[in-house]
């Protein structure tokens, strides 16, 4: 029983920070994302009776036994679903930095979910494999589908509505993402232990919820009308305010190097000069800076004339979950 499947990293434009139930993965409130084209992680998955345990094999070498740990409790919600208890075996590669603010748990997450259901025969919907991989990791959810993407909180405490449903598809609008890399290291802060230090300690985490609604209207609403100019200035006055709250953290902490700061005082020297762009952060020191199409090019140049900047990579929309034939691992 063996399944290979590929899914994307995705950049959220309204970010989900703080949890609600650390066990099940529930946020404190919905988010928006894009899923990008460029960066995905490839993941096989073989069920057999001939395993005694679990293993997993990632870019290449074999992972401690706290990275099995988290896996096997993954694949227990899998195998509950299929009703089996048979071990598995997971390869996976990673096209995408880890640990550097690029969402890799989201692709690979994502990508186990579907090729460990797909081999196990389970005929899950996108709304069911979504609601499983979201047990992986939250924003895994919003990476089983392509083009631009909204997590919805939910109400319920056991989860179930919680999960993600594609707003349009990756063809519908085609905006520019530039994945600016200024440093391709792991975070001293992760992911989940600043969102639920921010969420226990920050003055600042109420103030954020409240205007994640508001935020999530005017957005999608541009998205309907195709308005970059809205899309654009929401997704940069959420993030900064997502980050504000880390400072109000009891001890503080902060993602930005001053690299950082150097991409964002670029965005905003490009507006002055009439070349619209937005930037973006999740919970890690590289930008994304949001363009449209006709200006990735010049925007690209100014960015990789930096000193401080490693790379530019440019990303479009991309698609969902795909399931491959061969694997190229």
């Given at each position: 029983?063996?399944?290979i499947?590929?899914?994307?990293?995705?950049?959220?434009?309204?970010?989900y920070?703080?949890?609600?139930?650390?066990?099940?993965?529930?946020?404190?409130?919905?988010?928006?994302?894009?899923?990008?084209?460029?960066?995905?992680?490839?993941?096989?998955?073989?069920?057999?009776?001939?395993?005694?345990?679990?293993?997993?094999?990632?870019?290449?070498n074999?992972?401690?036994?706290?990275?099995?740990?988290?896996?096997t409790?993954?694949?227990?919600?899998?195998?509950?679903?299929?009703?089996?208890?048979?071990?598995?075996?997971?390869?996976?590669?990673?096209?995408?930095?880890?640990?550097?603010?690029?969402?890799?748990?989201?692709?690979?997450?994502?990508?186990?979910?579907?090729a460990?259901?797909?081999?196990?025969?389970?005929?899950?919907?996108?709304?069911?494999?979504?609601?499983?991989?979201?047990?992986?990791?939250?924003?895994?959810?919003?990476?089983?589908?392509?083009?631009?993407?909204?997590?919805?909180?939910g109400?319920?405490?056991?989860?179930?509505?919680?999960?993600?449903?594609?707003?349009?598809?990756?063809?519908?609008?085609?905006?520019?993402?530039?994945?600016?890399?200024v440093?391709?290291?792991?975070?001293?802060?992760?992911?989940?232990?600043g969102?639920?230090?921010?969420?226990?300690?920050?003055?600042?985490?109420?103030?954020?919820?409240?205007?994640?609604?508001?935020?999530l209207?005017?957005?999608?609403?541009?998205?309907?009308?195709r308005?970059?100019?809205?899309?654009g200035?929401?997704?940069?006055?959420?993030?900064?305010?997502?980050?504000?709250?880390?400072?109000?953290?009891?001890?503080?902490?902060?993602?930005?190097?001053?690299?950082?700061?150097?991409?964002?005082?670029?965005?905003?020297?490009?507006?002055?000069?009439?070349?619209?762009?937005?930037?973006?952060?999740?919970?890690?020191?590289?930008?994304?800076?949001?363009?449209?199409?006709?200006?990735?090019?010049?925007?690209?140049?100014?960015?990789?004339?930096?000193?401080?900047?490693?790379?530019?990579?440019?990303?479009?929309?991309?698609?969902?979950?795909?399931?491959?034939?061969?694997?190229?691992?």
């Amino acid at each position: 029983m063996e399944a290979i499947a590929r899914a994307h990293t995705n950049i959220a434009l309204i970010k989900y920070w703080g949890k609600r139930d650390s066990k099940l993965f529930l946020p404190m409130n919905s988010s928006l994302s894009i899923t990008l084209d460029h960066f995905y992680t490839e993941t096989k998955v073989q069920f057999s009776d001939q395993f005694e345990k679990d293993s997993l094999v990632l870019d290449g070498n074999q992972v401690s036994d706290q990275e099995i740990g988290k896996i096997t409790t993954f694949l227990n919600h899998v195998r509950n679903i299929a009703g089996t208890k048979t071990f598995a075996t997971v390869t996976s590669v990673n096209h995408v930095p880890t640990a550097a603010g690029f969402a890799s748990s989201a692709s690979g997450y994502a990508a186990l979910a579907a090729a460990a259901s797909k081999a196990l025969q389970l005929d899950l919907s996108g709304t069911e494999l979504s609601a499983l991989a979201r047990q992986g990791s939250g924003s895994a959810s919003r990476s089983i589908f392509g083009g631009f993407v909204e997590w919805q909180k939910g109400e319920k405490t056991d989860g179930t509505d919680s999960f993600a449903t594609q707003i349009i598809d990756e063809q519908a609008w085609d905006v520019t993402v530039l994945s600016v890399v200024v440093e391709a290291g792991p975070k001293s802060v992760s992911s989940r232990d600043g969102m639920q230090r921010t969420v226990d300690t920050s003055p600042f985490y109420d103030g954020w919820l409240a205007t994640i609604e508001e935020d999530l209207k005017g957005i999608k609403e541009a998205i309907k009308a195709r308005d970059f100019t809205q899309l654009g200035e929401i997704a940069e006055a959420n993030a900064l305010k997502m980050h504000a709250t880390m400072l109000g953290a009891k001890p503080p902490f902060l993602y930005w190097q001053s690299a950082t700061f150097d991409v964002m005082q670029k965005v905003m020297e490009l507006r002055q000069q009439g070349i619209e762009a937005y930037f973006t952060i999740d919970a890690g020191p590289n930008v994304k800076v949001l363009c449209e199409p006709k200006n990735e090019q010049i925007i690209k140049e100014k960015f990789a004339a930096l000193p401080s900047v490693r790379d530019v990579i440019v990303c479009h929309p991309g698609p969902g979950i795909e399931y491959l034939s061969e694997w190229n691992g």
